[in-house]
């Protein structure tokens, strides 16, 4: 974020505040109803401070997405399985958590919006690359069978993850921690069964 001015220090909570006002905003009105006066409004504080942490809409709304929607990474449970249920669960937190209509939307809007495009686009690559890291761990392991998708993979993952936020009812959003590794599990064994069954016709 940007610097505040000397003699002003930033306060941490209200930082916070006003980055989740500012992806429930974007959520809820998308890019086209994105404006500072309704984030200040929704986050309770004055418009004048928006505009001492930054000078547009457009570094505010991607300082909320970097510092509340956090970025896939790779992470090795030494099993296969446990490897693809951490990356599920990140993955779901990111779009069913409390910033999960925030993370959809900016996935419809991105490219719209040239100055979110790029993280969007470091979004995509962070779950690229965890899922090719995983892919080659699990044919080393023989866990899985050479010439494995990475695609497929990553898009029965982020598929199922986004339509578990997209069609969960309002009372079950966001999802509990508990919830999320719930889930994240049932995803795995579903895509890993699949992967045997296809890998023995």
């Known amino acids: 974020m ?8 930033r306060d941490p909570e209200v930082d916070r505040r006003i980055a989740q006002a500012a992806l429930d905003v974007f959520a809820e009105a998308g890019w086209s109803g994105f404006a500072m006066e309704t984030v200040a409004r929704r986050a309770g504080v004055g418009k004048a401070s928006l505009y001492l ?3 547009s809409k457009e570094a505010m709304l991607a300082d909320a997405l970097t510092l509340r929607i956090g970025r896939v990474a790779d992470v090795d449970t030494g099993t296969l399985p446990g490897d693809l249920t951490e990356l599920a669960a990140q993955v779901l937190r990111a779009y069913a958590g409390d910033t999960g209509r925030a993370a959809l939307r ?3 809007e991105a490219a719209t919006i040239p100055s979110l495009a790029g993280h969007y686009d470091a979004m995509r690559t962070a779950e690229i690359g965890a899922a ?7 044919i080393a392991r023989s866990e899985l069978p050479a010439g494995t998708s990475v695609t497929l993979l990553l898009n029965t993952l982020i598929g199922g993850a986004m339509m578990r936020a997209l069609t969960s009812p309002a009372d079950k959003r966001p999802m509990t921690a508990r919830d999320i590794i719930r889930h994240a599990r049932q995803l795995v064994d579903f895509l890993l069964n699949a992967v045997t069954t296809s890998a023995l016709q």
């Open 2 to 9: 940007e610097t505040a001015p000397v003699g002003r220090p």
């Open 53 to 55: 942490r930054w000078s």
């Open 106 to 108: 900016l996935t419809l």
């Open 132 to 138: 090719r890291a995983i892919v080659r761990r699990g």
